[in-house]
């Protein structure tokens, strides 16, 4: 009898972008690879000595200490790796630090799966004692745009009591309220290179950008506008609410203002057109067919370079006729120009390398090479108790069911953590997965996907 194998699943949260990731993976996995999941938080260590997992799954190594602390005690224990990157769309021209939190700058996982060859490329000439292990994947977090049924928009206005509106535009926040504490400044000053003097720059752009957005707001009554926060603007020790660019809005009564109450993907389902000031989302709304706007009054500033393959407006006026535009043909010129139709497709090449919903599977090959190993015995896992992480574990599940958000946010120790209280059963994630495995099924079955895509002759026709 083919042997099942334990994977232990660490995330940062129990929804979001990481999970969003793994899922897929786990799907594949379950269903084709004899795996059985267990999920923990990335702060919930002690669960490697409590599962003694025949490999670990993590949805990276570098973005944070409690990823690295992972992917270190794995390779001193000799528990297999198998990791992705959850920032796969990094500059390849020298900015941008390739181990992150990763202090012994040393590739512990079995592969390094890339989302591009560009960056593929970029990695193996920067860490060339590691290019036999970095390979190319594609954006996995990206399959569901190809995989899942989102919300409707008749749904969403009934959710929200907004059912006398029909028209619909989306707006993804920039990390504008990061000004407002510590941790946020330093993160700013740190994505604009140590020049302090653009923290000013940033107040400006967010005056301008809520200016626009107010009186587009005012002067089309007609139409919903939805605010999306971004999702990394506050700090977990500062629950207040951030001023941004939205936030002076949210009272309008054509206004729905969100912070992570709602997925990304589905609030972009339910809007007509999509915009921003700089969001990866874009890439996100081209997959799902919508057309994106970019609201810069100043658009010359180092970003991605999403924005070539989108409209750009700089002030209220250029975006008043825009979105007339749109509402009386459906269309926006600008953005379905040759020129444009052309960026966003080397754009989708170069970001997630592919946009067919099958990098899971792409992954799913690495993957299951990892646990080829693990059948041919060579790991041999030493499950080591650590006694801060079973501390950790101790202190987590006897502070939780005396949980209460208002009191424990007052607690200085208690106040940086109250995603843990809230998310380390993992509920969420169940939930959302038991959502997501007939949307799987259906994609499975519609495009004919079995066990033997990762056969050699299969999965050369999908790389």
Same mark, same amino acid.
């Given at each position: 009898?083919?042997?099942?194998?334990?994977?232990?699943?660490?995330?940062?949260?129990?929804?979001?972008?990481? !999970?969003?990731?793994?899922?897929?993976?786990?799907?594949?996995?379950?269903?084709?690879?004899?795996?059985?999941?267990?999920? /923990?938080?990335?702060? &919930?260590?002690?669960?490697?000595?409590?599962?003694?997992? &025949?490999?670990?799954?993590? /949805?990276?190594?570098?973005?944070?200490?409690?990823?690295?602390?992972?992917?270190?005690?794995?390779?001193?224990?000799?528990?297999?790796?198998?990791?992705?990157?959850?920032?796969?769309?990094?500059?390849?021209?020298?900015?941008?630090?390739?181990?992150?939190?990763?202090?012994?700058?040393?590739?512990?996982?079995?592969?390094?799966?890339?989302?591009?060859?560009?960056?593929?490329?970029?990695?193996?000439?920067?860490?060339?004692?590691?290019?036999?292990?970095?390979?190319?994947?594609?954006?996995?977090?990206?399959?569901?745009?190809?995989?899942?049924?989102?919300?409707?928009?008749?749904?969403?206005?009934?959710?929200?009591?907004?059912?006398?509106?029909?028209?619909?535009?989306?707006?993804?926040?920039?990390?504008?309220?990061?000004?407002?504490?510590?941790?946020?400044?330093?993160?700013? !000053?740190?994505?604009?290179?140590?020049?302090?003097?653009?923290?000013?720059?940033?107040?400006? @752009?967010?005056?301008?950008?809520?200016?626009?957005?107010?009186?587009?707001?005012?002067?089309?009554?007609?139409?919903?506008?939805?605010?999306? @926060?971004?999702?990394?603007?506050?700090?977990?020790?500062?629950?207040?609410?951030?001023?941004?660019?939205?936030?002076?809005?949210?009272?309008?009564?054509?206004?729905?203002?969100?912070?992570?109450?709602?997925?990304?993907?589905?609030?972009?389902?339910?809007?007509?057109?999509?915009?921003?000031?700089?969001?990866?989302? %874009?890439?996100?709304?081209?997959?799902?067919?919508?057309?994106?706007?970019?609201?810069?009054?100043?658009?010359?500033?180092?970003?991605?370079?999403?924005?070539?393959?989108? %409209?750009?407006?700089?002030?209220?006026?250029?975006?008043?006729?825009?979105?007339?535009?749109?509402? /009386?043909?459906?269309?926006?010129?600008?953005?379905?120009?040759?020129?444009?139709?052309?960026?966003?497709?080397?754009?989708?090449?170069?970001?997630?390398?592919?946009?067919?919903?099958?990098?899971?599977?792409? %992954?799913?090959?690495?993957?299951?090479?990892?646990?080829?190993?693990?059948?041919?015995?060579?790991?041999?896992?030493?499950?080591?108790?650590?006694?801060?992480?079973?501390?950790?574990?101790?202190?987590?599940?006897?502070?939780?069911?005396?949980?209460?958000?208002?009191?424990?946010?007052?607690?200085?120790?208690?106040?940086?953590?109250?995603? !843990?209280?809230?998310?380390?059963?993992?509920?969420?994630?169940?939930?959302?997965?038991?959502?997501?495995?007939?949307?799987? &099924?259906?994609?499975?079955?519609?495009?004919?996907?079995?066990? &033997?895509?990762?056969? /050699?002759?299969?999965?050369?026709?999908?790389?």
């Amino acid at each position: 009898m083919k042997r099942e194998f334990k994977v232990l699943c660490f995330t940062d949260d129990a929804t979001g972008r990481d !999970v969003e990731m793994l899922l897929p993976i786990r799907y594949f996995a379950e269903r084709f690879l004899n795996c059985k999941f267990y999920h /923990a938080l990335n702060i &919930d260590i002690h669960q490697i000595y409590r599962i003694k997992p &025949d490999i670990i799954l993590s /949805a990276n190594t570098i973005g944070s200490n409690l990823y690295f602390e992972i992917s270190r005690i794995a390779h001193l224990q000799n528990i297999p790796l198998f990791a992705l990157i959850s920032e796969g769309n990094f500059r390849t021209d020298g900015s941008f630090n390739i181990w992150g939190f990763n202090r012994d700058k040393k590739f512990y996982q079995e592969y390094v799966c890339c989302w591009s060859r560009r960056t593929a490329d970029f990695l193996k000439k920067e860490a060339p004692e590691a290019a036999d292990k970095i390979v190319v994947t594609g954006g996995v977090g990206f399959d569901r745009y190809s995989i899942y049924d989102f919300m409707k928009k008749e749904d969403f206005l009934k959710k929200y009591n907004k059912e006398n509106f029909s028209k619909v535009i989306g707006y993804a926040g920039w990390a504008f309220g990061k000004k407002d504490h510590k941790r946020g400044r330093e993160e700013l !000053v740190s994505f604009f290179k140590g020049d302090e003097s653009k923290l000013e720059w940033v107040e400006e @752009q967010r005056i301008a950008v809520r200016d626009i957005l107010k009186e587009a707001i005012e002067n089309n009554s007609d139409i919903l506008f939805i605010l999306k @926060q971004h999702p990394q603007e506050n700090a977990p020790e500062r629950p207040e609410p951030v001023v941004n660019e939205m936030s002076e809005l949210a009272n309008y009564p054509n206004v729905v203002y969100l912070c992570n109450e709602e997925s990304i993907h589905d609030l972009i389902s339910v809007s007509d057109i999509w915009t921003c000031f700089e969001s990866t989302t %874009a890439l996100e709304s081209w997959l799902m067919g919508k057309q994106t706007v970019f609201i810069n009054p100043d658009p010359n500033f180092n970003r991605d370079p999403l924005y070539k393959g989108s %409209a750009l407006v700089k002030n209220y006026d250029q975006f008043a006729q825009t979105i007339y535009e749109y509402y /009386a043909t459906g269309k926006i010129s600008e953005f379905f120009s040759s020129e444009k139709s052309e960026t966003r497709k080397e754009l989708i090449k170069n970001i997630i390398g592919y946009g067919d919903g099958l990098n899971h599977i792409r %992954a799913s090959y690495f993957f299951k090479k990892t646990l080829d190993k693990i059948s041919e015995g060579k790991f041999k896992p030493i499950y080591k108790l650590h006694a801060w992480h079973f501390i950790v574990y101790l202190l987590i599940r006897i502070a939780a069911p005396f949980y209460n958000r208002k009191i424990y946010s007052r607690l200085y120790k208690l106040k940086k953590h109250l995603w !843990v209280f809230e998310n380390y059963k993992m509920d969420k994630l169940e939930k959302l997965y038991k959502t997501y495995k007939k949307y799987f &099924d259906k994609f499975y079955k519609r495009n004919n996907i079995h066990g &033997d895509i990762l056969n /050699a002759e299969n999965i050369n026709n999908i790389f």
